[in-house]
């Protein structure tokens, strides 16, 4: 077996696990009729929930879709910011907003064509839009989606983005409790979405404090290392990811459940915005050959992609 040293690749938000139990998890929170529908393509919108980030490689406009630095427009920025993409553009102009990150406004227009999409009872965009919608949903609830800081990197904690969104939810995700109750309609989209921002964003400084706390503690006991295939690569450790699940007091749990609870009222509401169509007419979709070979190349385009990432590098925030 190969066996080299090589720090682990970052997959993108929440890891692709975690995105995946995300929706799949949202689909069983749908009440009659709607869960019929969803729960016979259940396997689609759980692979599919990664397709955002497949799409970094192919489309140039999709990285600023998934993260909104917040920061950068001040400390108080997070309250004061416009909530309305027209009245944020007129404020900093869409070049400045895409620079640091749309997703608050990008999730709220997803919302609206997902509506559309059930206006016109085309099962195959509802399909795609509440996969892609339960992606941003999830990227809203990640706190260094919120933050210049991202990865740690302007206070030397280099790493934590991966750590905190895929490292503690792929070794912690058994012990959580994911039963959040039924979806509910959501009166209020944007001001839904905005409060996920805020408390995610109220959230970064306890990550990063957390961490750094932990590190002079651990010291070298931080790392170790698993083997991955034909690969060994460095890991924070398991004794260091339960202290700072610990530490943390659930919180990873605590935003993988609002994540999974807005997801399935976001669906449910953009359902019932439309009228509530035939639910019958949606069951008897089945995906034909073009869709099958669409799918089919969108996975290759990601492979590619992959393929162009050195193992040492960020494939994505």
Not at 17 to 45: D, E, G, M, S
Not at 134 to 143: E, L, Q, R, T
Not at 260 to 280: I, N, R
Request: aromatic letters at 12%.
């Amino acid at each position: 077996m190969l066996a080299v040293a090589v720090p682990a690749l970052l997959c993108g938000a929440w890891g692709f696990y975690a995105h995946r139990q995300i929706n799949q998890l949202a689909v069983f929170t749908l009440p009659p009729p709607l869960i019929a529908f969803y729960k016979k393509h259940n396997a689609y919108i759980t692979e599919a929930s990664v397709n955002p980030d497949r799409r970094r490689f192919a489309v140039p406009e999709e990285a600023p879709r998934h993260y909104i630095d917040i920061d950068h427009f001040g400390d108080s920025a997070v309250f004061t910011m416009p909530r309305q993409w027209q009245d944020a553009v007129a404020k900093y102009t869409e070049d400045t907003l895409k620079a640091y990150g749309i997703l608050p406004w990008h999730l709220v227009t997803t919302y609206y064509r997902l509506r559309d999409a059930f206006f016109v009872r085309d099962a195959a965009l509802v399909l795609r839009l509440s996969a892609d919608l339960g992606h941003y949903v999830a990227d809203a609830h990640v706190p260094l989606h919120t933050t210049e800081n991202y990865n740690g990197q302007l206070t030397g904690q280099e790493g934590i983005h991966a750590f905190w969104e895929s490292r503690v939810p792929e070794l912690m995700a058994g012990e959580y409790n994911f039963w959040v109750g039924r979806a509910r309609y959501e009166p209020n989209i944007v001001q839904r979405v905005w409060e996920a921002i805020v408390q995610s964003h109220l959230k970064v400084d306890t990550v990063l404090t957390v961490e750094r706390q932990l590190t002079k503690e651990f010291g070298e006991r931080k790392y170790s290392f698993e083997t991955r295939g034909r690969q060994t690569v460095r890991v924070y450790s398991r004794e260091f990811t339960y202290a700072y699940h610990k530490a943390l007091n659930g919180m990873v749990e605590r935003q993988m459940r609002a994540a999974v609870k807005m997801t399935g009222d976001l669906w449910y509401s953009a359902w019932a915005d439309a009228g509530q169509p035939d639910v019958q007419e949606l069951l008897n979709y089945k995906p034909g050959e073009a869709e099958l070979e669409q799918r089919r190349l969108e996975l290759e385009e990601w492979k590619r992609g992959m393929l162009r990432v050195r193992p040492h590098e960020d494939a994505g925030r």
